[in-house]
């Protein structure tokens, strides 16, 4: 099929279409088409992925516009009797790398003019099993001057396994690689086994532990829209009032541990003790500080009240004026501004050339907030405005986080102001019954930025396809970026100050 600008099918963040009328292409139109639309800066790939189809291996590529507000799906098959080789978007579009690696080692195609095809996630399902995580084949420099520095997997105190390479000269840092897949659960599998829908929520809930409601919310728009199920705008909102209350929590706690790595113990414990307020009020809209049980398909057992709207009123009140007060004082202190400014810098041109989202693209004068360009949930009549900073920083990604809680308490604020929460929720949904033949794609904004669950059904209704995107699998190449010729002693900061998911990458 020729590229056709008239035939390429769109749709908007949420909605569904029917397999059939995604347009399948000859893989030289494809990659035409997915390249020409992805020239314009305007538009980013959201998802890539291939799936079993018969006695093909069927690839999508879902390109998002994010000025229109729409997304490209388009799509191309590979006989599984065809050489298992395709020539390399990625040569021509970096972004894409991180969708062809793990394509590659799913199904053992092989991306010919790839960079450098390297696995991903080292998934027990992977198409070549004699490729172990423990033979990751590391960038290396043969030289006398240098030396090379691993940290992980396994690292002090409870943070998550993931292994960092670093190529020092001396102390200053000249290139770090990070290898994870230290803990695929394989998740898109157990969606597709296990068929109930308390179950398959219970994953979404677990996929990030620290992005409960974002990635749950994910989950319910793909479910809802492949049953064709309404929820009441009463809903949208108040899953949206719960999307930024989890960004509340965790940067404020992202900011106390920024403080904590330099020393810096009044911001740190009272920027801390913010943090337990919110997730407190949480546990009591729902019994969890996390946000568990509270997004449900189709309906909610943990209404949002006009009581809790009271309650989260005052909260925010007494959040703000405390919160103003300590980051003035702490975002204007010059020990901490000389340890910020100035270090692990990512530029914009590095961000767009990586295919940075969320804050990790914010930062760096690039737009990717699904809130404001496809807008879902309460952001439909609510718009949300986006917050751009320009230095790419480790105080940019500080500084970032500041703006966005102010932000998301004047968005929450507004909305409180003129809803009353006086319906009655529906209850969720336990019957389901999916559309045949049918593709959904859903994106939420999580906290880190940008989450995409894809599905597929059969002609049954049943799932043969369960695909997510956690915002990490784009950003981890933005904090090896940020190292380079800093010294070493300055990787703990910019680690933090990027905060990313290793189990939200390794699924």
């Known amino acids: 099929m020729e590229p056709d600008n008239n035939i390429l099918f769109t ?7 029917f397999l059939n009328d995604i347009p399948v292409f000859q893989y030289t139109d494809f990659s035409k088409e997915v390249l020409r639309l992805l020239n314009n800066n305007d538009n980013h790939c959201v998802n890539y992925f291939a799936f079993p189809v018969a006695e093909s291996l069927q690839f999508i590529a879902c390109i998002a516009n994010d000025s229109a507000g729409n997304i490209a799906v388009l799509s191309h098959k590979l006989n599984k009797t065809d050489h298992q080789e395709l020539d390399s978007l990625t040569a021509h579009h970096f ?12 199904f053992g195609i092989n991306f010919i003019g790839h960079p450098w095809l390297k696995p991903l996630r080292f998934p027990s399902n992977r198409a070549n099993k004699s490729i172990r995580i423990n033979d990751y084949p590391f960038y290396s420099v043969e030289s006398e001057e240098l030396h090379e520095v691993g940290v992980g997997p396994v690292h002090a105190g409870i943070i998550e396994p993931g292994h960092f390479r670093f190529t020092c000269n001396g102390e200053t840092v000249l290139h770090l690689e990070i290898q994870l897949g230290w803990q695929h659960r394989g998740i898109e599998n157990l969606m597709l086994q296990k068929k109930k829908l308390l179950q398959r929520t219970i994953f979404a809930e677990n996929i990030a532990g620290d992005s409960v409601i974002g990635h749950t919310h994910a989950f319910v728009q793909v479910i809802e829209s492949l049953n064709g199920i ?37 911001g740190a414990n009272v920027i801390g003790v913010l943090r337990t307020g919110i997730i407190n009020f949480i546990q009591e809209w729902c019994g969890n500080r996390l946000g ?11 209404p949002f009240t006009n009581e809790l709207k009271g309650k989260l009123t005052v909260l925010l ?12 004082r702490t975002f204007k202190l010059p020990s901490l501004e000389n340890r910020f400014d100035e270090i692990g810098t990512v530029t914009e041109k590095q961000a767009r050339s990586i295919g940075s989202v969320g804050m990790a693209a914010r930062m760096t004068n690039v737009k990717r907030d699904i809130r404001e360009t496809h807008p879902f949930g309460g952001f439909e009549k609510y718009p949300y405005k986006s917050i751009v900073l320009q230095k790419g920083d480790v105080f940019a990604r500080f500084l970032l986080r500041r703006k966005e809680i102010k932000q998301s308490i004047k968005w929450i604020r507004n909305v409180l102001e003129k809803e009353s929460f006086d319906q009655i929720d529906p209850k969720p949904q336990t019957q389901i019954n999916f559309k045949p033949e049918t593709f959904t794609m859903s994106l939420t904004e999580g906290w880190r930025g940008e989450i995409c669950h894809c599905a597929v059904t059969d002609s049954k209704g049943e ?3 369960y695909k997510i995107k956690d915002p990490s699998m784009h950003n981890w190449k933005s904090l090896e970026l940020s190292l380079r010729n800093l010294e070493i002693s300055d990787f703990p900061i910019n680690n933090k100050s990027y905060s990313l998911s290793y189990c939200g990458h390794d699924l």
């Open 11 to 17: 749709l908007k963040n949420g909605q569904s279409l």
């Open 463 to 465: 799932l043969i396809v």
């Open 317 to 328: 009140n007494d959040f703000e004026k405390r919160f103003v007060e300590i980051s003035h």
């Open 95 to 106: 972004p894409l790398h991180i969708f062809e690696r793990e394509i590659s080692e799913n």
């Open 230 to 266: 309404v929820v009441p705008e009463q809903l949208k909102i108040e899953r949206s009032i719960a999307l930024e209350l989890e960004r509340m929590a965790i940067h404020t706690s992202d900011i106390s541990a920024l403080c904590t790595d330099v020393a810096y113990n009044l």
């Open 292 to 302: 568990k049980s509270l997004i449900m398909t189709g309906g909610t057992h943990f």
